[in-house]
């Protein structure tokens, strides 16, 4: 939303009932009422009725915000709280009041252009490839240095020709510039799924960093994205990051609905991994933007049965892990002290190996982080759920089609 653009008065919807206060993480860390939903849309509503002024407390109970959205969900009056504060931060932050670090400011400016931004990442690509995770938010993996996702999907949809639905896969800017082994991993399971795969090269960032950080140039990002995926004649737009695909659904919206890609799996009921025998256990976190933006119920169960690992749901699933998007970078101590109490479970975790499995990036970084940073000490692995489920390289077809069609 244009930060110019006045809101209804959704404030007045609140009934004050504090149901939201206790599923937010900014609340409990605090017990502060001014770090709570409701003490933020009062500041809010206040500051907009004329009867308080602008004050450095307001943008600071502001900022503090994860942007996680619990407090949509908890609301019984259903106050739109996760457009309140895009709103409010972006006029914040036009208006000099918020000052997203410089680290931001370039981020923002690079993910627009997607070709520089692959660019400039390839060294992070190239150091992953090498297996080796040199900073605290670049969990391991293999990505490939050169070749796109799109171009790996070209020649796997030649080599495998699958007839089942046709999907439009968003690919992202981080996911793709850093993280693409999980999109490689992403085409694979598709196809095995004899799904036809097609990556609309005019794809852009779905605009998530300029709505998290409340940086400009979100807009510009939609309109690019309805031109690349609207005209596209496929039976769904699918995303395997639950912000990126939040994000997109929004820009889309009402014409094409998005998909986490983990969703429309689960009503194909896909490929069975088997590992008779194994002792790991995977320990499933649901991202905020897949259960609060999305309001998915979860990750399908026959998709986290097929991955062939004993599983269970982490504890509190459903709570912020600390990520935000980018609030681990802008308010790196909060984020640190929300992760602590959601990852201590893992430091006395049964298996071998321990798996924290997730369907986001960003929350994989930053569950990377507490190992990284001493929070758990204990050798634990980060991987997306459309990685266990993976056949590899070398995979083959399935020999037949899905019994029944999507949607
Ligand atoms: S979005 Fe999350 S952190 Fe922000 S007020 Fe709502 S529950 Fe609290
Ligand atoms: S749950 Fe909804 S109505 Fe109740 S205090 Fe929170 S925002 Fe207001």
């Given at each position: ?138 969990f391991?993996g ?39 082994e999980i999109?490689f991993a992403t085409v694979r399971v598709l196809?095995e799924n004899?799904v ?44 395997n990051?639950s ?17 986490d890609v983990l969703a429309f799996l689960g009503e194909l009921g896909p490929v069975r991994r088997e590992r008779a025998g194994s002792r790991a256990r995977l320990y499933v976190d649901l991202p905020?933007?897949l ?5 998915a119920?979860g990750i399908p169960q026959n998709v986290l049965d097929a991955t062939g690992y004993s599983w269970e749901l982490a504890?509190?699933a ?31 975790a049964e298996g071998a190996p321990v798996i924290l499995g997730t369907s986001n990036h960003?929350c994989m970084?930053?569950w ?12 634990y692995e980060v991987s997306h759920i459309i990685q266990l489920l993976d056949p590899g390289?070398?995979f083959?077809?399935r ?9």
């Amino acid at each position: 939303m244009h930060p110019k653009t006045p809101l209804p008065d959704y404030f007045s919807n609140c009934t004050h009932c504090g149901f939201c206060l206790a599923v937010c993480p900014t609340y409990k860390l605090t017990g502060d009422e001014n770090n709570s939903p409701r003490g933020r849309l009062r500041l809010w509503s206040e500051e907009a009725a004329g009867r308080l002024p602008q004050d450095k407390w307001t943008d600071f109970y502001t900022d503090e915000c994860v942007g996680c959205l619990a407090c949509e969900t908890a609301c019984p009056a259903q106050v739109p709280y996760g457009e309140l504060f895009e709103h409010t931060r972006h006029d914040h932050v036009s208006a000099g009041r918020s000052k997203p670090p410089l680290a931001l400011r370039l981020a923002a400016a690079a993910v627009a252009r997607p070709a520089w931004f692959n660019l400039a990442l390839l060294p992070a690509r190239f150091i992953r490839s090498l297996g080796l995770s040199i900073h605290r938010f670049l969990f391991k993996g293999r990505p490939a240095l050169l070749q796109s996702t799109a171009a790996y999907a070209r020649e796997l949809m030649q080599q495998h020709r699958p007839t089942g639905p046709r999907v439009a896969f968003l690919t992202g800017c981080l996911m793709e510039a850093a993280f693409r082994e999980i999109n490689f991993a992403t085409v694979r399971v598709l196809i095995e799924n004899n799904v036809q795969v097609v990556i609309p090269e005019d794809q852009t960032c779905c605009g998530a960093f300029q709505e998290h950080s409340g940086l400009a140039g979100a807009e510009p990002l939609r309109a690019q994205n309805r031109r690349a995926f609207l005209p596209l004649d496929v039976d769904a737009v699918v995303s395997n990051s639950s912000g990126c695909g939040y994000s997109l659904g929004k820009s889309l919206a009402p014409e094409r609905p998005v998909r986490d890609v983990l969703a429309f799996l689960g009503e194909l009921g896909p490929v069975r991994r088997e590992r008779a025998g194994s002792r790991a256990r995977l320990y499933v976190d649901l991202p905020c933007h897949l259960v609060h933006g999305q309001k998915a119920a979860g990750i399908p169960q026959n998709v986290l049965d097929a991955t062939g690992y004993s599983w269970e749901l982490a504890p509190n699933a459903r709570d912020c892990c600390g990520s935000g998007g980018v609030y681990n970078i802008q308010k790196p101590e909060n984020a640190r002290a929300i992760l602590a109490g959601k990852s201590a479970f893992l430091n006395e975790a049964e298996g071998a190996p321990v798996i924290l499995g997730t369907s986001n990036h960003v929350c994989m970084m930053q569950w990377h982080s507490a190992g990284a940073t001493g929070l758990v000490t204990r050798p634990y692995e980060v991987s997306h759920i459309i990685q266990l489920l993976d056949p590899g390289a070398g995979f083959a077809v399935r020999a037949t089609a899905p019994a029944s069609a999507p949607c």
